[in-house]
């Protein structure tokens, strides 16, 4: 229960229509293994377009379909088209204050036979803040689309899964947190996964995967820690996510 409530905290916080990406630090402690009957969701990648202005991000998909981000507005729209036709249109969140697209997939990812999207805008950051970044997800529910904004780190490809193997989409949350001695009476980091799902058109905390705790040990890991109790865990996650969305 108290995991729960503080986990409700801070993806209340993070999930709000709310930095550069992917700096090499998480790719290694994903919270699988690959032998373990996780796979990979099947997604399909846009394509970057060149445009003779620097207003404008363009990006194309198979089976015609079409994203701008429109720089050229104040907040950034983004505009998302099927063969011409727009199906797609909101302002970014302004708290995305580099508005420069670096990944986009699409695929159905809530099985109701419509394409959704996901969009990954990074930041200007350097070291493990290179990591942060936003996953703008615009999901389909009742035949119409809404926009939602997930706060985390080094957000790719690979936090898009098939966790059972049954055909439906789990996305995982990744955050960075400095831990307190454990077990062996010695401080370690952890990058810290939570798992969500989709439902009725948003992204909520899945109740049947819990979070996974891998330590930092500058090479590849997929272990969740026996370092740390639950109670350690949630004061030192209320911690560090706390003292950054609470301010």
């Excluded at 930095?19 to 394509?47: C, H, Q, W």
């Excluded at 379909?65 to 104040?74: G, P």
């Excluded at 059972?164 to 996964?193: A, L």
């Amino acid at each position: 229960m108290i995991r729960f409530c503080a986990l409700i905290v801070f993806l209340i916080l993070s999930l709000q229509p709310l930095m550069a990406y992917n700096g090499g630090y998480s790719p290694g402690y994903e919270p699988y293994t690959g032998k373990d009957g996780v796979r990979l969701f099947p997604l399909i990648s846009f394509e970057q377009q060149k445009t003779e202005q620097n207003e404008y991000d363009m990006m194309t998909c198979k089976g015609g379909f079409e994203l701008k981000v429109d720089r050229t507005l104040s907040p950034v729209l983004l505009q998302i088209r099927h063969q011409e036709k727009e199906i797609f249109s909101e302002a970014l969140p302004e708290c995305i204050y580099s508005p420069y697209i670096s990944e986009a997939w699409r695929g159905d990812l809530n099985g109701d036979g419509m394409s959704d999207f996901i969009c990954v805008f990074g930041g200007t950051g350097c070291g493990l803040a290179s990591e942060y970044c936003h996953a703008v997800f615009v999901l389909s529910y009742e035949r119409r689309y809404h926009m939602q904004t997930l706060f985390t780190m080094g957000f790719g490809r690979e936090h898009v899964v098939d966790w059972f193997g049954n055909g439906r989409c789990t996305i995982i949350h990744t955050w960075f947190v400095y831990g307190e001695p454990g077990k062996d009476r010695q401080s370690h980091n952890y990058w810290v996964h939570n798992f969500l799902e989709i439902s009725s058109g948003s992204l909520e905390i899945s109740e049947r995967i819990p979070w996974k705790w891998i330590m930092f040990t500058y090479k590849p890991n997929h272990n969740d820690t026996v370092q740390l109790t639950e109670q350690q865990k949630v004061r030192c996650w209320m911690r560090s996510t706390l003292k950054l969305f609470m301010q």
